[in-house]
């Protein structure tokens, strides 16, 4: 069966889990309605990024993309994927491992959302488990979906992110510390004396630009670790259908520098609704010897929130020492699961994987070298 419906006659509600793998294709306007009226909406659960991900990546069959409608407006979405891990089937979020924010899409004005998006999920058979593992706070995956289910629930702490209030750079700088605001002041002036040129890529260009992108950043990461899946083709294919169709409709921003005419870096940044965060950049590694890049790019990302509406900008994923400098506001993600009601497996599943995901932190935070030990590794390799 492609999808399993079931209206509920006389309330003007009606409910369906898509299995089919086309079945993204008649659901661009109403997706960016729901999108639009769930203020804590994040680029990751744009209707680009979705299809986008599950084109590249998705496994036929595996679909799991359930839908809530009111009055036969779209109020409530899960975009998920049936996986198999620890011999337990599991819903997972499409995205994953890509998307720095897992969360479901519920309409701020719906009250009875998330309840009928809870018994869509329950009626759908095959599954013991839901794992979303990067939930932003004040999501609503967290705040709407967890309250409503009727099941065993587990929370994690999951990744730290650093977040900073959009503003000019200016206006930044002078909110920092006496010391900190001479060096940031000697970097600023230092890029302005570099002569490097910034441009936004139109949406045309974005295959040319992704491919650019992808390059500089394999230029930077190389001899150092990172993540090999950005260097394969299917990447290169998704981001570059994602980007496209991301800055044609404004969740998404390009910005390439030039020096000399040559091009140096390229920054990927992704706007939602209350944020704006630079998700991928490439840079020459000789070019840090002529600027701080961190500077450059925050320099550019942090007035395009402001223009944007975006009360805030986002550092993503990881507390790395260059982010801390400037000061920022914690923001800590966690991990849910959750258990189908009367699910052994599940339970199993739920308990398991958050003990392991508890030892896991536990580990990072009392030896943090491990980390760079194991980057050192993968950079060999």
């Known amino acids: 069966m492609l999808s399993e419906s079931r209206r509920l006659v006389g309330l003007g509600w009606s ?89 479901v899409l519920i309409a701020d004005d719906d009250a009875g959302a998330a309840s009928r998006l809870t018994g869509a999920l329950l009626r759908q058979p095959g599954w013991q488990a839901i794992d979303l593992p990067e939930v932003r706070p004040g999501s609503a995956a967290g705040t709407r979906l967890a309250p409503a289910w009727p099941g065993r629930r587990w929370r994690t702490p999951a990744s730290l992110c650093l977040e900073l209030p959009a503003s000019e750079i200016a206006d930044l700088v002078r909110a920092l510390p006496a010391h900190s605001r001479k060096t940031v002041r000697r970097r600023l002036n230092q890029l302005d004396r570099s002569g490097i040129e910034v441009r936004e890529v139109e949406p045309a260009d974005a295959a040319r630009a992704t491919a650019d992108l992808l390059r500089l950043h394999a230029r930077q990461w190389q001899g150092r670790g990172g993540n090999p899946e950005h260097l394969t083709g299917r990447f290169q294919e998704f981001l570059a259908t994602a980007a496209g169709d991301m800055l044609a409709d404004g969740s998404a921003t390009l910005f390439e520098y030039r020096l000399e005419g040559r091009l140096t870096a390229s920054s990927l940044v992704l706007v939602g609704r209350e944020l704006a965060g630079g998700y991928l950049y490439g840079a020459e590694p000789e070019l840090r010897e002529r600027v701080d890049v961190t500077t450059m790019l925050l320099a550019d990302v942090l007035p395009l929130a402001l223009r944007q509406g975006c009360p805030t900008m986002s550092m993503l994923r990881g507390a790395e020492e260059h982010k801390r400098r400037w000061r920022p506001a914690e923001s800590q993600h966690e991990g849910l699961l959750l258990a189908r009601p009367g699910s052994a497996r599940g339970a199993a599943y739920g308990a398991g994987v958050s003990a392991m995901r508890r030892a896991r932190r536990t580990a990072r935070d009392r030896a943090p070298w491990l980390r760079a030990v194991r980057d050192r590794i993968r950079g060999r390799r």
């Open 15 to 103: 409910a369906e889990v898509r299995h089919n793998d086309d079945a993204f294709d008649d659901l661009e306007g109403d997706w960016s309605d729901l999108v639009s009226r769930y203020a804590a909406a994040t680029p990751f659960q744009s209707y680009a990024w979705l299809r986008s991900w599950w084109r590249a990546y998705g496994r036929p069959g595996a679909l799991r993309l359930a839908l809530v409608r009111h009055d036969g407006r779209l109020v409530a979405a899960a975009p998920l994927t049936l996986r198999h891990r620890a011999g337990c089937p599991v819903l997972a979020p499409l995205g994953e491992p890509f998307a720095d924010f897992t969360d």
